[in-house]
């Protein structure tokens, strides 16, 4: 059968089981669209700028597990795309991108709407092509939609020039293929996992680390399972948000720079950390240094370059968590030596975690935390995704957001892409349309994206925007106060920050403004129950900051703030004030 | 300290830019890269040396296994490999000095490859030492130009290369 590269295309993605692509049209992609255009199997959001494209690909994937995918034009089309591959790349979120291309013929010659696309997203793509031959088209999609989902997963771009779209082929999906210098390893070393066991077994200290890397791989059953065998505390990351209960006796909630003082206490004082698919970044380990003095570590993670990375590892399994964990398991199950007594470590946790709870004022003024804590309560028993913006309401979304399912907590952890959250939530409403989908954002991260209210509008996305508008650019703003002696340069966003209430309108959407505490449950509520998009514009208190804190360069256990009844930080002095005379709302454990 | 990588990598475009963009943006030295087609045209050898300690040449090894279009690399032992490097070295040479030049080139089995009136053009291989003592010699006559390939490389004999798998 004769078809075009462009339809031929659009073939391959239908037998990759592609059901939606998020894109934009432009010039060099004209025969791709003409090609969609009486497609019945694949479904087109026309996002309204390329980064949105790109991050509801993104958020389309960590939402569903499967391979998100956009599509945009040549030139600024695919340089707009770079952030959302850079974003995708950091978070190892499987995406396949696809951009047009100038003809061949012109290709080097600066021509109109040229870009080195292919050249430019080397270092934020797990790996890209240039098509520049139509026949190879077919094998080179069989081979993207393998590398982004496969191993550690990543963004994956397809470059095609406009002649290769328009030439003709004859169409056959290859069965077989391979990709001779790509082997990434899913079981682990059996000698290592004994050697683990072992060291679990015996520990009195032990915690386990939890990240993305579950996510991936599935592996939230066997984490819990472990975890619940072996008795051991769990604390999550950022991208690990919601492998592991929040609710559950043993999770420590989130680690690092704003991370629970008991998580950070834990790791601190542990003589085992257990670490499954993270890579000890910056946010996580604070000093590296000085981190986890005492523990020994066991990583396991899929992508041996992470191990031993940063933090020098005394038992590496390069693995897949999946199948690592169960041999794990196993091996744990196997050992008859009893399991050390570990009953001093709960009771220091315990102690820690009722000194030191995740908590805020309840003065009156609307608290961005209570906000989140009000969502959490009031989304649980449903299925619910939160996507975040990024800054200080990322950080309350998680600290306060309890997430008891995976693909529940989605953020852009890696890149810190501000605007992520209302295309992410565009993406995994797309992806999942039975869920409850909150994009908790910043005044200052919306701005990035309000444009793409217009997608939400036209696809009637019930997603729910809630604003924690401070009128601040919040984080920034914080480490101004804290750090650069309150000297708030070029943060504060209420000059010229839209009516957020007229902006919705403007789109069509339904948009309410809560400037009362009262009113915050029940606005909620009744967004929850409308199934229509909303967005609430919270007017929240404007200099709150995110607690506890890790100070930049410092040891994670040298936290700022977070004790309830004591300073907040020795550092801020209206703030012990207020402590004093309000009381304090405590989120639960 | 100095490792020479031999790098497989498939022969195809752009390759090279991956593989010198990774050591660019993780901060990895290279000293000289020198790359060429194998006996298997769609494979090419990269041979690349590097000042790195055992941590950060881990990371070089495994951050270049990443790169789809790698194959195998292996970290060749300076005494069960054989390495050669070419250069070529353009001399002034007035005429009446130009016997002792070429009595000098012809010490070092070097070879002449292009005569002026001016210049020699002498083409040597070997070793850095040994191409470093040429170059010294060479200089009180005035080197106009000078090019060298970088550092090539083979492990000896029937001695498997040794590898890390991927």
Same mark, same amino acid.
């Given at each position: ?7 031929a ?28 255009f009486?497609?019945?199997t ?26 998100? %995918? ?11 795309l ?17 951009t ?7 290709l ?12 430019i ?18 094998v ?19 470059d ?16 077989n293929?391979?990709i001779p210098?790509?082997?990434p390893?899913?079981?682990g ?5 004994k ?15 939890a990240?993305?890397?579950i ?13 619940e ?49 993270v ?6 380990t604070?000093?590296?240094s ?16 992470e191990?031993?990375?940063? %933090? ?38 315990a102690t820690?975690?009722?000194k030191y709870?995740?908590h ?6 609307i ?22 913006? %990024?800054?200080?309401n ?12 995976p ?11 501000m ?9 995994a409403?797309?992806?999942r ?13 919306i701005?990035m ?27 920034v ?23 957020f ?10 948009g309410?403004?809560?400037t ?74 | ?20 963009g ?39 090894t495994?951050?270049?296994?990443k ?9 060749l032992?300076?005494?069960?490999s ?13 005429s ?12 070092f089995?070097?070879?002449?490859i ?35 390939t ?17």
């Amino acid at each position: 059968m004769r078809i075009t590269g462009a339809e031929a295309l659009i073939k391959s993605l239908e037998m990759e089981g592609v059901d939606v692509i998020f894109g934009y049209p432009g010039g060099v992609v004209l025969p791709i669209y003409d090609a969609l255009f009486d497609n019945a199997t694949i479904r087109h959001i026309l996002v309204r700028h390329e980064q949105c494209a790109g991050h509801a690909a993104d958020g389309y994937a960590r939402a569903t597990g499967k391979v998100g %995918v956009c599509l945009v034009t040549s030139g600024p089309g695919a340089t707009n795309l770079v952030t959302a591959l850079a974003n995708a790349w950091m978070d190892s979120i499987p995406m396949v991108a696809i951009t047009g291309q100038v003809a061949t013929h012109v290709l080097g010659t600066d021509a109109f709407q040229e870009a080195d696309i292919t050249g430019i997203t080397i270092p934020v793509t797990k790996h890209n092509y240039l098509v520049k031959d139509v026949n190879q088209l077919p094998v080179i999609v069989r081979q993207a939609f393998q590398l982004a989902g496969s191993g550690r997963p990543g963004p994956v771009l397809i470059d095609i020039p406009v002649d290769i779209s328009k030439a003709e082929i004859d169409f056959k999906y290859p069965k077989n293929f391979t990709i001779p210098g790509y082997k990434p390893t899913y079981k682990g070393h059996a000698k290592q996992i004994k050697e683990a066991a072992k060291l679990i077994v015996q520990a009195e200290k032990p915690v386990i680390y939890a990240g993305g890397g579950i996510v991936k791989a599935g592996a939230w059953d066997e984490l819990k399972e472990l975890a619940e065998l072996a008795q051991i505390p769990v604390t999550t990351t950022l991208m690990g948000k919601g492998v592991f209960p929040d609710d559950h006796p043993l999770s420590l909630r989130m680690l690092g720079m704003h991370g629970t003082r008991y998580a950070n206490y834990a790791i601190m004082d542990s003589d085992l950390i257990l670490a499954v698919g993270v890579r000890f970044d910056d946010r996580v380990t604070g000093k590296v240094s000085t981190f986890a003095p005492h523990a020994k570590i066991i990583h396991i993670d899929i992508d041996p370059a992470e191990i031993g990375k940063n %933090v020098p590892v005394d038992i590496p399994i390069v693995g897949d968590s999946k199948v690592v964990l169960t041999d794990l398991i196993a091996a744990i199950k196997k050992l008859s030596t009893l399991h050390a007594d570990k009953m001093g470590w709960y009771e220091l946790i315990a102690t820690w975690k009722k000194k030191y709870p995740l908590h805020y004022h309840q003065d009156g003024v609307i608290r961005p935390e209570y906000v989140v804590d009000k969502i959490s309560e009031l989304s649980k028993g449903r299925e619910t995704i939160v996507t975040t913006g %990024v800054g200080q309401n990322q950080m309350w979304a998680a600290q306060f957001y309890s997430a008891n399912k995976p693909r529940s907590f989605i953020s852009s952890g890696g890149l810190g892409t501000m605007g992520f959250g209302l295309p992410a939530a565009i993406g995994a409403q797309i992806g999942r349309p039975d869920a409850l989908v909150f994009d908790i954002d910043g005044d200052g991260s919306i701005q990035m994206v309000s444009q793409d209210l217009a997608t939400v509008a036209a696809n009637k996305l019930p997603i729910i925007i809630a604003i924690l508008n401070n009128g601040y650019l919040g984080m920034v703003r914080q480490w101004q106060e804290l750090f650069y002696n309150r000297r708030y340069s070029q943060v504060d966003l209420n000059v010229g920050t839209p009516n957020f209430v007229k902006l919705a309108d403007a789109y069509g959407i339904k948009g309410i403004q809560v400037t009362q505490v009262e009113d915050v449950e029940a606005v909620l509520g009744q967004s929850i129950e409308s199934r229509e998009p909303v967005l609430i514009d919270f007017a929240v208190a404007r200099e709150e900051n995110v607690f506890p804190m890790v100070a930049p360069g410092a040891s994670i256990d040298e936290m700022l703030g977070g004790i309830p009844g004591a300073s907040l930080s020795q550092m801020i002095d209206e703030e012990e004030e207020e402590n004093e005379s309000y009381p304090i709302g405590s989120c639960r454990e | 300290m100095n490792h020479i990588l031999s790098v497989l990598v498939e022969n195809k475009p752009g390759v090279l830019a991956r593989v010198s963009g990774l050591f660019s943006r993780r901060g990895f030295n290279i000293d000289s890269l020198a790359v060429g087609p194998t006996e298997d045209p769609e494979i090419s050898r990269m041979t690349i040396v590097v000042d790195a300690d055992d941590l950060k040449l881990e990371q070089i090894t495994k951050q270049l296994y990443k790169l789809v279009n790698v194959l195998k690399i292996s970290d060749l032992d300076p005494k069960d490999s054989v390495q050669r490097e070419l250069v070529l070295i353009k001399v002034n040479v007035p005429s009446n000095a130009r016997a002792e030049v070429v009595e000098t080139a012809n010490i070092f089995r070097a070879n002449i490859i292009d005569v002026s009136k001016s210049t020699l053009t002498i083409e040597i291989t070997g070793t850095a030492d040994k191409i470093q003592a040429l170059e010294d010699l060479l200089r009180p006559y005035g080197i106009k130009e000078l090019v060298r390939t970088g550092k090539i490389a083979l492990a000896r004999g029937k001695l498997a290369e040794v590898t890390n798998g991927k």
